[in-house]
Each structure stands twice: as structure tokens, then as C-alpha cells.
């Protein structure tokens, strides 16, 4: 299984970035999928989780209204779509897959409960 994230960079803050991830060797469609980011000596943080099927969405509090999650069972990608950046958003951000629950009713918000977790993407915010 592979999960590779793209799509990060250096951008103003208030500026808008929108990061992929590219899922190979697993059933995409029966994994609800989530983006998490770490911040140097911090642990990670929820960012967005998406339903198997794509129906349901959640968000961390800290990025409610700014980011959007999205997936293409297709093309076996999820995406994350960042508007109004901050500085405080700057980290390594990570896709992970998580085999056990739909995301339909609920999504699971810690990393260490996902199968699978790609190596990630820095996003860096500049004031």
C-alpha cells in the first residue's frame, strides 16, 4: 500500500494551496480517509476526514470554513483544499486510511487508528 501526498509549498498567508494524495494497492473505496498535519514537537492534528463513499465530512475545529476534503474513488485520490491560510497551519501534512470504519457516521481522529499513512507534504504559511 502506498499513499503519496502532494501538492504543498510555500504560500502567503491568506493564500490557498490544494493538496493530493494518491492511494495504490488497497480497495480505495472501502477506506474512509483522513488528512492530518504535524507540527515540529507536536503531535499530529485531525485536519479533515471523508467517508468511503465520500457523503460524509468532517473537519478540525481550527479549519472549519477554510478547507475542504474531497475524493475521486475513480482515480483513487483525496484532496484537501486550504483557503485563507495562516500561519498557524504550517506543518507536514499526511493522508491516512482507515480500513475498519465507514466515516459515514464517524471518523476516527487519531493517526495511530489509521492503517495506512502516507510520508507527507510541508505546507509552510508566511505572515
Known amino acids: 500500500v502506498q499513499l503519496v501526498e502532494s501538492g504543498g509549498g510555500l504560500v502567503q498567508a491568506g493564500g490557498s494551496l490544494r493538496l493530493s494524495c494518491a492511494a495504490s494497492g488497497l480497495t480505495f473505496s472501502t477506506y474512509a480517509m483522513a488528512w492530518f498535519r504535524q507540527a515540529p514537537g507536536k503531535e499530529p492534528e485531525f485536519v479533515a476526514g471523508?467517508?468511503?463513499?465520500?457523503?460524509?465530512?468532517y473537519f478540525g475545529n481550527s479549519v472549519k470554513g477554510r478547507f475542504a476534503i474531497s475524493r475521486d474513488n475513480a482515480e483513487n485520490m483525496v484532496y484537501l483544499q486550504m483557503n485563507s491560510l495562516e500561519p498557524e497551519d504550517t506543518a507536514v501534512y499526511f493522508c491516512?486510511?482507515?480500513?475498519?470504519?465507514?466515516?459515514?457516521?464517524?471518523?476516527?481522529?487519531?493517526?495511530?487508528?489509521?492503517?495506512?499513512r502516507g510520508q507527507g507534504t510541508q505546507v509552510t504559511v508566511s505572515s
Open positions: 491516512a486510511a482507515d480500513g475498519t470504519y465507514s466515516g459515514t457516521y464517524y471518523i476516527r481522529r487519531s493517526s495511530d487508528d489509521y492503517d495506512y
Open positions: 471523508i467517508s468511503r463513499t465520500g457523503t460524509s465530512t
